[in-house]
């Protein structure tokens, strides 16, 4: 069997991909290693850029988003007792929305399905070739039977653990890595959040976000050292220290209940380059990964896929390669912008025991600096609401 696009990976990325080439004309197949229960219930970020969601209306995908999403003009840092506000609308004109991923992902599948997409879900075994011929393919396995596909182009959307990336040889392949010594542990609550908008916190005991879901749902994280694990935190261990983090008049206020989600993040930066080889186009986290600071991932998989499906319908409706030739450069500009920034507020919020001394009061003396200059707070707005896409 024959289709103009095969699509590894069916989480936002891949679902997102497939639903703009089937707008425009172009048709796909999804294949995907989990099932779709498994795809729906993971827990993710919750913030998405202003561009992110004119796109996601722009292509039918904004009704829920903007019913149920909270639209966030600014966000509060918290350092050495004190505490200041980011002013997204006046310094940037726009604002973010608060919106689970888990949710996007709904609105994806759901999409997919009134669309007869196919989403072929608990494939195994996947592997992919020809990617320097004109035929390439995508081989797998489904309820025991192999199969093949052959198509025109192939989107590794499969994640920092799918086997796509690895498809590009390694004397082409370059990759580069930061790991942070630390892990975010997260909560997700049937509480009312503490702040009707985001906290992060920079104390002494550790970095702390207060975001959310809804008015009933909160979602918290503390900076957690890698050999702990979730076990060792019960609820109430929890509580104690993340209140020990918040602000004062955060910590008084702050509403305890049963946790329904517990996890441990560890923080990583990753690029892989170039983001594509001969008819392999990799978009989101199979080419790349960000700490969670500033909430930069489901974002970037966003804007891929976006130039993605751009070229690739250039491709169909008017034969030209161009945007396909342009396209890993024009991804990678956008990608590492948003490496520079989640890395930036990754040392500007946490605790960094091994820069020392001097890398403590350079810290201090940067927070500092933002909470009184309206030029340091334009470039954090700047980037927290999403550069250009
Ligand atoms: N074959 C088929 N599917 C695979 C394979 C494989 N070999 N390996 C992984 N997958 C699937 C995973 O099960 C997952 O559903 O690919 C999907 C990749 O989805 P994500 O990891 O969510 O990555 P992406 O779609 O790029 O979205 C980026 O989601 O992962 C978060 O933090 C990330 O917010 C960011 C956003
Ligand atoms: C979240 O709500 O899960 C979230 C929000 C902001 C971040 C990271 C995660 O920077």
Redesign the pocket.
Known sequence: MRVPVVI????????LLAHLLHRQGVESVV????SRE??LS?I??GVLEHGACELLREHGLGERMDREGFEHHGVSLAFAGRRFRVDFEALTGVGVRIYG?TEVQKDLYAALEADDIPLLDE??D?SLGGLESERPWVG?NRAGQEQRLECDYIAG????????RLAIPEGVRQEHEREYPFGWLGVLSETPPVSHELIYANHPRGFALCSMRNEHLSRYYVQCTLDTTAEEWPDERFWEELKSRLPGGAAETLVTGPSIEKSIAPLRSFVSEPMSFGRLFL????AH??P?TGAK??N??IS?VTYLSRALVERYRDGSDAGLEAYSDKALARVWKAVRFSWWMTNLMHRLPETGAFGQRVQDAELDYLSGSLAAQTAFAENYVGLPV
Do not use: K, N
């Open positions: 590894i990976g069916g989480g936002p990325a891949g679902s294949l995907e290693q989990r498994y795809v993971r993710r970020a991923q494939v195994s996947v797998f959307c499969d994640g920092f653990h799918g086997v796509s978009a989101g986290d199979a990964i960000v969670p991932g489901l970037l998989a891929d």
